[in-house]
């Protein structure tokens, strides 16, 4: 794999499937994101303002490079629901050279046909 950028993964949790949609069509409109996956319902246990929550939410997946991570970062913040969201990034060390490769080639490119 010669040359590629450096690929991401952020994960974020979202109020629900429509709103973890919006946000992860919206990053890849903008050539924010490569691709995004929705996984419609996980189980969240934390503490709020004190008292422990039981939530039903949604996790988007988002598949980016490192050169994007401040503005998929901006993006979320100013379009996620949540006055808090958890937005998690991981290092995405290895994979797929391919993929990585038709990865590097969304983002940013306005041509959505180019593979």
């Given at each position: ?51 422990l929550k ?30 808090l969201p ?30």
């Open positions: 794999m010669a040359n590629v950028e450096k690929a991401i993964l952020i994960m974020v949790t979202t109020g629900g499937r429509n709103d973890a949609e919006r946000l992860g069509e919206g990053l890849v409109v903008e050539r924010l994101a490569g691709a995004c996956t929705v996984v419609p319902m996980v189980h969240s246990f934390y503490y709020w303002e004190g008292l039981r939530e039903h939410e949604s996790l988007l997946l988002v598949k980016t490079l490192e050169s994007r991570r401040a503005a998929v970062m901006d993006y979320l913040r100013e379009n996620h629901g949540y006055d958890e937005i998690l990034e991981v290092a995405i060390d290895d994979g797929a050279p391919r993929y990585l490769e038709w990865l590097a080639g969304q983002v940013g490119n306005r041509d959505p046909d180019v593979k």
